[in-house]
Nanobody, 126 residues
Framework: QVQLVESGGDSVQAGGSLRLSCAASGFAYSTYSMAWFRQAPGKEREAVAG???????RYADSVKGRFTISQDNAKHSLYLQIDSLKPEDTAMYYC????????????????????WGQGTQVTVSS
């Protein structure tokens, strides 16, 4: 059974940094895609960063230069480093996984991912 557990969310001041973690268990595939999504109250869930089994990394235009996705296969973990936090980054952040490599277009869609974590809250105050 696949389980994704996020951690690292917090309440921080604008300009600060956070590192989110996603611990994956039961997800042992040679080809895969993983991503971070976020959802603010009243808004759609949106992709912010993705990585695949070839370590190709993709970012939403809105976060390029501030967000960095990484993975540690030995620890079965996915990370999201967020720098220069802005109030508009306030959202619940979710880890998602899919046991196939997604295209440059499909990685953005929440419907492309089979497995989801419960989320970790990031709140940024000005």
């Amino acid at each position: 059974q696949v389980q994704l557990v996020e951690s690292g969310g917090d309440s921080v001041q604008a300009g600060g940094s956070l590192r989110l973690s996603c611990a994956a268990s039961g997800f042992a595939y040679s080809t895969y895609s993983m991503a971070w999504f976020r959802q603010a109250p009243g808004k759609e869930r949106e992709a912010v960063a993705g990585v695949d089994s070839a370590d190709r990394r993709r970012y939403a235009d809105s976060v390029k230069g501030r967000f960095t996705i990484s993975q540690d296969n030995a620890k079965h973990s996915l990370y999201l480093q967020i720098d220069s936090l802005k109030p508009e980054d306030t959202a619940m952040y979710y880890c998602a996984a899919e046991p196939r490599v997604l295209s440059v277009f499909s990685w953005l869609s929440k419907d492309s991912y089979r497995y989801w974590g419960q989320g970790t809250q990031v709140t940024v105050s000005s």
